[in-house]
């Protein structure tokens, strides 16, 4: 496995509640127990009702960031979970935000961010590299 | 084409300058400066030092949110813009952060959010599903 410094998970919620996603407090509610159920230490939050609707929401947590972002007009909910230290436990967030929006239908995706192919010497699997590029 | 709510472009800023990556200042201007040029209106922003070293930002925006986490200690940075509004300028932004960040090695993903490939009747391009799904 590539070492890497950030997991970051990309969800796109559909059919979801368009109540729940009309709703600021809802959400803002929903992201904070999502952040503390996955483990996540909150630094700072902002949450943002848009006319005529739309939620968008921000979690600074000291492990990287969440957000959110709905159309409710289409049932619709952009999720991203960055975090750089693996005892968060994104697949926790996950569940609450499901459950909270009534999601029907889900896809995630999952990247590794900053993992330093080409410099190996940043990384701790440096010799395997090394071994490679000698062979 | 498929029709997309948002566009995500997430950036990977290798070979940077480590002390721009450690100012949290420095960051926090850039990162307005980027939003100005790209035609984002701001909501608001947060940006935080972590220590010993690492700076975290948000910048909600009307159309979504750019956000940045800096490893000086790998002098890497890794940016996200998320917009929902075309008229939104992407690349001027990645200049704007690139050339402060004094990066020297970049990669670029770009990704539609929200595109809606089962659920037709929700977006502009209904007719055009349908012909298909009836020829």
Known sequence: MREALGIHILIEF???????????????????????????????????????????????????HFTIHTWPEHNYAAVDLFYCDPSVDGDKAIKVIKDALKSKNFSTMELKRGTFVSYADTVENKEQFVEKETA
């Open 14 to 64: 559909y059919e979801c509640d368009p109540e729940t996603l009309k709703s600021v407090n809802n959400i803002e509610k929903t992201f904070l127990k999502a952040a503390d159920e996955a483990g996540a230490k909150v630094v700072t939050s902002n949450f943002h009702q848009f006319q005529p609707y739309g939620v968008s929401g921000v979690v600074v947590i000291e492990e990287s």
